[in-house]
């Protein structure tokens, strides 16, 4: 006589559907899959993962750009960094998605020219539920000059949208010590980003590391300089069966 095999299934992560077949219960498989977005617009679509249970999303706005600079011969003009963008998370169920949710990524702001502002971070969402803030650009708010100045930093963003949410780091300031002397700011960090170095010889603005902080500004010494491009933002969905 053929033995007749047998298996057990526990119930706890296990059902049998209408159709006879063994199948793992919505909520008992943990993280599945992880999407990431860039720049730009996207659409998340439920439908693409019928086992899908609950999602974690991450948002990081775009960090603030930072101003150039163009000194006279033999003077200073350091500029401020731009403030890093803000990051906001949350933990949410599938019966709170509609069918699909639009997703945008925040662009980092613009390089300011030789006498322009740094550009403003955009914002980054994950439709209406989750929503980050983007930092400012850095200003362009010290004349040519050899005597001692400073220039004030940018303020980070405010908390935006989320179960988890928190603005953008503050830029560091600038400062002149004389016309052969200077500091430029440093760029805000963001959550997932750390921001441009304030640079001590001439140059354009340093950029950011990771995503979403801002960038350091330029320095001049008589030259013409730009300032840099803030980082980019970044939506990241973890998915859960």
């Not at 219960?25 to 999407?35: D, N, S, V």
Request: aromatic share 6%; hydrophobic share 35%.
């Amino acid at each position: 006589m053929v033995p007749i095999a047998r298996a057990c299934a526990c119930d706890t992560y296990f059902t049998v559907d209408p159709t006879g077949e063994l199948c793992l219960k919505p909520g008992t498989m943990g993280l599945r899959q992880t999407l990431y977005y860039g720049t730009g617009s996207h659409t998340f679509v439920k439908a693409n993962y019928p086992w899908l249970s609950r999602i974690e999303v991450e948002v990081q706005a775009g960090g603030g750009g930072s101003a150039g600079a163009n000194a006279a011969a033999n003077e200073a003009i350091p500029r401020p960094g731009g403030a890093g963008g803000g990051y906001s998370k949350s933990l949410l169920a599938v019966s709170a998605l509609g069918a699909s949710v639009p997703i945008t990524v925040g662009a980092g702001g613009t390089a300011g020219g030789a006498t322009t502002e740094g550009g403003d971070g955009r914002p980054s969402s994950f439709g209406s539920l989750v929503i980050a803030t983007g930092g400012s650009g850095g200003t362009n708010n010290m004349p040519s000059g050899t005597s001692l100045n400073t220039g004030q930093g940018i303020a980070g963003p405010g908390a935006g949208t989320g179960s988890f949410a928190v603005g953008g780091g503050a830029s560091g300031s600038a400062i002149r010590l004389s016309g052969g002397y200077a500091m430029a700011g440093h760029g805000g960090d963001s959550f997932l980003g750390t921001g441009g170095l304030g640079r001590t010889t001439e140059g354009a603005g340093l950029t950011s590391r990771g995503y979403g902080a801002g960038a350091g500004g330029g320095l001049s010494f008589g030259g013409s300089v730009t300032g840099g491009v803030g980082g980019a933002g970044r939506v990241i969905v973890h998915l859960y069966g």
